[in-house]
């Protein structure tokens, strides 16, 4: 499942995703909002259209602002204020290669001026036996501009088969979106203690209130845009072990240095 434009993504498409994305079945969704499956079904497939009326009450489920049925220049998401958006990153269920497109499509959204990557790195044995030469990223969190915490992992939950892959990638491609829609980025690598790992594992209870203090506080984050060269070099002071503020300094003293005196 991979779509090349995110932003032009038709609202069939988008429902199904978040839908399949948040675990539930189309009889899950016809169920709330009191019609048959069969009409999720072929509205998910093209084959049927439903009602804006009915698209609204289906929005809030998959934490989309209701009005983004109709106005598709909005910014799509929306939570409760205690609430977490999880989403299992959609995958070939053959080659096991992970598709990003709801990253992307938070990343070139319009209305929305940051965005808050962190990488979520279990500091447990277990995680050190299953890859022993790299730093497991396990899962993702996303925090944007309007205080919407997202929380990104495979289907799957186990350390072997579940890390995340393709990370450069993905920070190469929301750079991309983010140049062109002017939003600030912050990417971290961040480590997890096993009580974090475990309730991340288990899913159904993590809370904001887990996840929050993981973000830096805004007088210890450094904003920017990086290039691809500054992608590569971060990610070699990453796998160095050395802590994102660290890495986000040398980045800007190497820009400070290129930067051609008057």
């Not at 019609?35 to 609204?56: P, Y």
């Not at 983004?68 to 204020?81: A, G």
């Not at 279990?122 to 929380?151: E, G, K, M, Q, S």
């Amino acid at each position: 499942m991979a779509f090349r434009d995110e932003s032009k993504l038709e609202l069939s498409a988008l429902f199904s995703a978040l839908r399949m994305s948040k675990g539930l079945t189309q009889g899950n969704v016809a169920d709330v909002v009191g019609i048959k499956r069969s009409a999720i079904a072929q509205f998910e497939t093209g084959r049927a259209s439903l009602s804006n009326d009915t698209l609204r009450q289906i929005a809030p489920i998959l934490n989309l602002n209701p009005e983004y049925v109709i106005h598709r220049d909005i910014y799509p998401f929306v939570s409760q204020p205690d609430e977490v958006i999880k989403l299992f990153l959609p995958e070939n269920r053959l080659t096991g290669a992970l598709d990003y497109f709801l990253i992307y499509l938070l990343a070139g959204a319009v209305g929305n001026h940051e965005l808050q990557f962190l990488s979520l790195s279990p500091n447990i044995i277990a995680a050190r036996i299953a890859w022993p030469f790299d730093r497991t990223v396990y899962a993702l969190a996303v925090r944007d501009a309007h205080n919407n915490i997202f929380l990104f992992r495979r289907r799957i939950g186990n350390l072997l088969w579940g890390s995340i892959t393709g990370e450069r990638d993905l920070q190469l491609r929301v750079t991309e979106l983010a140049r062109h829609t002017g939003t600030h980025l912050f990417f971290a690598l961040i480590d997890i203690d096993r009580q974090i790992y475990e309730t991340i594992h288990q899913w159904r209870d993590i809370s904001r209130n887990d996840l929050v203090p993981l973000f830096p506080n805004p007088e210890e984050r450094v904003e920017l845009i990086p290039t691809i060269d500054e992608i590569m070099l971060l990610e070699l002071l990453r796998e160095r072990g050395m802590t994102a503020r660290d890495a986000a300094d040398i980045l800007l003293r190497d820009r400070d240095n290129r930067t051609p005196r008057p």
